[in-house]
């Protein structure tokens, strides 16, 4: 009889281990920071000030004190926690008036709200597909898009990053696989920055009779006239049957929502595991996002939203002029440049990024560092990302870190890749 397997030796065989003790020994662990304080343009971590380039705080709203008191008013009157799922015990007066704004604000008849972005994905998508269905997703697409697609045990059919080409192949394949077809791409993509090009994907998917998905996580609270996303910037958003977005950007709080038709979302109440099986957000994050939503939605709103892409913009530009390859940023059909709050230094080398990352964390900047398997193989980068509270002084300090950064690291380590 063979020896039993431990299931545990996974935990000892991973093969990022190694990589993670080495980093560890050399003080370059780019992960597990600690914050000392509220996330703002500069922040205190580990006892150093720091510029923060590495926050999806997108419109600086989790200092906002309007917000602050919608959580404290919300915490105050409802209690630290709700101890129930939405299904049971779990829904306040705020769920309501919150799923109510959303829904006004996307343009869609409805919207569910759950405790977390990652559970509304896997709620949508593991509710909505069967094992009958074929689900076609863009590979860059979001891993709670993935987890939601396993989850429904759909025929996932995936294509190359904005792949128009590959998409449309897709669509042909999945015609031979029977039962209903999904596509689903983010609206911009967290990583890159760049967005979906959503007219060209709607008209297919309508070519061939599929439904469409947009994860507009990155682009609620940013791009489009209203705020309201990718779909609104592209016109399109009577061709997108279903949004999903999360709190945790622009929102300056926790929790993800889904808006579409009334009987889909009516669907997800009564169907979705990840939306009656788990405890509702607690109220604090919920009063602090109906605040947040509000201020979207006033003319403070389109401010925020103009802001934060005029510092994307200011950064893209100085990173540029300072030698580094930043990833280039789509048009829209009249020319015009597509901005978002995500701006990516190109480094290529997963070490290379890691001690990049490490010179600039000395310097007194923060960013994040995102390797293989959020990337491509090779493709390792620097995401930086900033706020509509952060200004020039500040911008031009981080700059300044990151000239004395790439001397210093090419110095030791050879050039970094230069602009295309």
Same mark, same amino acid.
């Given at each position: ?48 000030? =720091?510029?923060? *380039? ?6 600086? #709203?989790?200092?906002? %004190?309007?917000?602050? !008191?919608? $959580? /404290? ?79 429904? =045990?759909?025929? *996932? ?6 792949? #128009?080409?590959?998409? %449309?192949?897709?669509? !042909?394949? $999945? /015609? ?174 997963d070490w290379q990024a890691v001690f990049l990352w490490k010179a600039l964390y000395e310097a007194g900047v923060f960013v994040n560092v995102a390797i293989h398997p959020a990337v491509p193989p090779g493709g390792a980068l620097l995401r930086t990302s900033v706020m509509a509270t952060h200004d020039s002084t500040v911008l031009d300090q981080a700059l ?21």
């Open positions: 009889m063979a020896p039993p397997v431990d299931v545990f030796a996974k935990a000892r065989e991973f093969e990022r281990l190694d990589q993670l003790k080495a980093a560890r020994e050399l003080g370059a662990l780019p992960y597990f920071h600690v914050l000392e304080g509220p996330t703002l343009p500069v922040v205190q971590m580990e006892g150093q000030r =720091r510029i923060m *380039l590495g926050s999806n705080n997108y419109l600086g #709203l989790t200092g906002d %004190e309007r917000v602050k !008191q919608g $959580a /404290q008013d919300a915490l105050n009157r409802y209690g630290t926690g709700l101890t129930g799922s939405r299904f049971l015990n779990g829904t306040i007066d705020l769920h309501v008036e919150l799923e109510r704004e959303l829904a006004e604000w996307m343009g869609t008849e409805d919207a569910i709200v759950f405790t977390t972005g990652h559970q509304a994905n896997l709620g949508a998508l593991g509710t909505i597909l069967g094992p009958q269905d074929t689900v076609i997703a863009d590979s860059g697409d979001h891993a709670s898009i993935l987890d939601g697609c396993l989850l429904s =045990r759909a025929k *996932l059919r995936a294509f190359r990053h904005n792949r #128009l080409d590959l998409l %449309e192949k897709r669509l !042909q394949q $999945a /015609q031979e696989d029977g039962g209903g077809i999904l596509v689903v791409v983010d609206g911009v993509y967290s990583m890159e920055g760049d967005v979906a090009p959503l007219p060209q994907i709607a008209a297919l998917s309508k070519q061939y009779g599929a439904r469409l998905m947009v994860d507009e996580a990155h682009g609620l609270g940013v791009l489009g006239a209203r705020g309201a996303g990718a779909s609104e910037m592209f016109g399109v958003e009577d061709q997108v049957d279903l949004r999903m977005a999360t709190f945790s950007k622009s929102l300056a709080s926790c929790g993800g929502v889904i808006a579409g038709s009334a009987e889909v979302i009516e669907f997800l109440r009564i169907a979705a595991r990840p939306f009656i099986f788990t405890a509702s957000g607690v109220p604090a994050a919920v009063g602090a996002t109906l605040a947040a939503v509000k201020i979207c939605r006033s003319d403070e709103g389109r401010e925020l939203f103009a802001r934060v892409l005029e510092n994307a913009a200011y950064l893209r530009n100085g990173l540029t002029e300072l030698g580094f390859q930043v990833r280039p940023t789509a048009s829209m059909p009249d020319g015009s440049e597509i901005i978002t709050p995500v701006v990516p230094v190109v480094v290529g080398d300044a870190a990151f000239a004395q950064a790439k001397q210093g690291f090419e110095a030791e380590h050879g050039p970094l890749p230069q602009p295309s």
